[in-house]
Nanobody, 124 residues
Framework: QVQLVESGGGLVQAGGSLRLSCAASGRTFSRYAMGWFRQAPGKEREFVAAISWSGGSTDYADSVKGRFTISRDNAKNTVYLQMNSLKPEDTAVYYC?????????????????WGQGTQVTVSS
């Protein structure tokens, strides 16, 4: 069992930055790939970014490439999402997720555990 707790969401103006954190419980965090997803009101959950178990491989949705950066600190059992140049269309609840495998996936069903989400609101 892995428990995930996201933090760092909030209200920011367009063009601003936020850094989300996701703290994981469990002693085998370093064996899991991690992902970030988001869900806006009335829309399906969508892939944002993923990172491999070692941190050596990352993947991003086209909509966030060049603006968002995913990273992890296995010593702290934490994965991060640095979000720069935020746009109003980035407004959503952001979720982190754990996948029992070395590499991430853009498919939500590939993940085994999910956090409760953190709200990100970008004003224009």
């Amino acid at each position: 069992q892995v428990q995930l707790v996201e933090s760092g969401g909030g209200l920011v103006q367009a063009g601003g930055s936020l850094r989300l954190s996701c703290a994981a419980s469990g002693r085998t965090f370093s064996r899991y790939a991690m992902g970030w997803f988001r869900q806006a009101p009335g829309k399906e959950r969508e892939f944002v970014a993923a990172i491999s178990w070692s941190g050596g491989s990352t993947d991003y949705a086209d909509s966030v490439k060049g603006r968002f950066t995913i990273s992890r600190d296995n010593a702290k059992n934490t994965v991060y999402l640095q979000m720069n140049s935020l746009k109003p269309e980035d407004t959503a609840v952001y979720y982190c997720a754990v996948r029992n495998g070395k590499y991430g996936s853009s498919w939500p069903r590939a993940y085994d555990y999910w956090g409760q989400g953190t709200q990100v609101t970008v004003s224009s």
